[in-house]
């Protein structure tokens, strides 16, 4: 009973805070908070109100203040109430005048996060996450804390982008002191491979030096094993049958994740190509060994044991139930990637030309003057 009684306001209460209505959402989250759900993310929208209500007087005193402090409280502030592209500049100035993300946040260098496994869902990231853990010298968060993306791959609409920059901090902090020996940090988040531009720049604009990691996987293949995933076969059928071109935003997302070429060649407007390894799923299925080993040495690392490795190899298998594929889906999901590479090195013969534009962090705009009266 106690889980149905919450249900309703799991679901309705980020989904409220996702179309700004923040004070609808108040007396639910409220309400959550004090019926002790195991949410631990809901807890951290319970300002959110309260921000919208502040964020007049944090304009104001980012304007008249202008230190790293207040522009941080401004920029915060807006990116949790959903205006990042505006935050961006603010951040930027943030960052400048406080010299690096660690010390206007009062964290040490080594608990930053240095990689990111960006997927995308159904390529082989978990595989890849547990050969990083035979590791001594890396730690990764357990979970996805899918911070930066708005792509959470969760129905009730809840996503961790408006937590606090402070908790994703956090998450690296209590890492790093859990795992003393760890002298890399990352974490993995499948759904952050097809994010929005913002959302790429916002990760750059925090860890500039952020290195990229993404696994791709024949893409028919991996948007069948995603839909499977999903429970969402007949559903699926369904639409194939139609083919009208219109489909729900579920399956327009599915659809998204496998167009590799449009994401990378945005990824590499904000990361340089050098900062950006791409694995094949199927040779590191095939050959684990050889993977880890480009792997770890594109990340300044040793190798693994060799044996632990080969024996992850040997008991891996994180395949979907098989069920047959209508011949509409197959025909759909062919089209739709018809014109689509997806073997690691031809993406990377296509993204090297465009390497040499990549964008730098943005800059921190020259803040407004304010009138003479």
């Known amino acids: 009973m106690r889980r149905e009684g919450l249900a309703r ?15 609808q959402a108040a007396p639910l989250l409220r309400s959550l908070a004090a019926r002790a759900t195991p949410d631990s993310f809901l807890s951290d929208l319970l300002d959110l109100p309260g921000l919208a209500d502040s964020l007049g007087a944090l304009r104001t005193a980012a304007r008249d203040d202008g230190s790293p402090a207040a522009q941080l409280q401004l920029a915060e502030a807006l990116r949790r109430l959903g205006h990042l592209d505006e935050a961006l500049d603010v ?12 010390s206007l946040m009062g964290v040490e260098e080594r608990s930053l ?13 978990t595989l890849l996450r547990r050969l990083l853990d035979l590791h001594p010298a890396i730690g990764l968060p357990s979970g996805e804390p899918s911070f930066f993306s708005s ?3 969760e129905r009730s ?10 908790w994703y901090l956090g998450v690296f902090q209590t890492l790093a002191a859990r795992k003393s020996d760890a002298t890399v940090l990352g974490e993995k988040s499948p759904h952050y491979f097809s994010m929005a531009d913002t959302e790429m720049a916002f990760a750059r604009l925090l860890f500039p030096k952020l290195r990229i990691v993404a696994t791709l996987r024949d893409p028919v293949e991996r948007a069948w094993s995603e839909i499977k995933v999903q429970g969402r076969m007949d559903e699926a059928a369904i639409i194939a049958a139609l083919n009208h071109g219109r489909y729900p935003n579920w399956f327009a997302e599915v659809l998204d994740a496998g167009r590799y070429q449009d994401h990378l060649k945005r990824w590499t407007r904000h990361f340089p190509l050098g900062q950006i ?22 990340l300044g690392l040793g190798a693994s044991p060799r044996e632990e490795i080969l024996a992850l190899q040997r008991g891996w298998n994180n395949r979907t139930p098989a069920f047959a594929q209508s011949g509409d ?9 018809a014109d689509q590479p997806w073997r690691a090195a031809d993406l990377t013969r296509i993204l090297a030309p465009q390497a040499a534009i990549t964008t730098a962090p943005r800059r921190a705009a020259a803040p407004r003057r304010r009138k003479s009266a």
């Open 9 to 23: 306001p799991a679901i309705t209460a980020p989904a409220l805070v996702e179309l700004g209505r923040y004070q």
């Open 91 to 102: 951040y930027a100035r943030a960052l400048d005048a406080a010299g690096s993300l660690s």
């Open 113 to 125: 996060p240095q990689f990111m496994i960006v997927g995308p869902p159904r390529t082989g990231t």
């Open 151 to 153: 792509r959470s791959g």
């Open 157 to 166: 609409g809840s996503n961790r982008r408006r937590a606090p920059l402070a």
């Open 277 to 298: 390894h791409l694995i094949d799923a199927d040779e590191l299925e095939t050959d684990v060994a050889r993977q880890a080993d480009r792997l770890f040495r594109w």
């Open 329 to 337: 889906i197959v025909a759909l999901l062919r089209a739709a990637y």
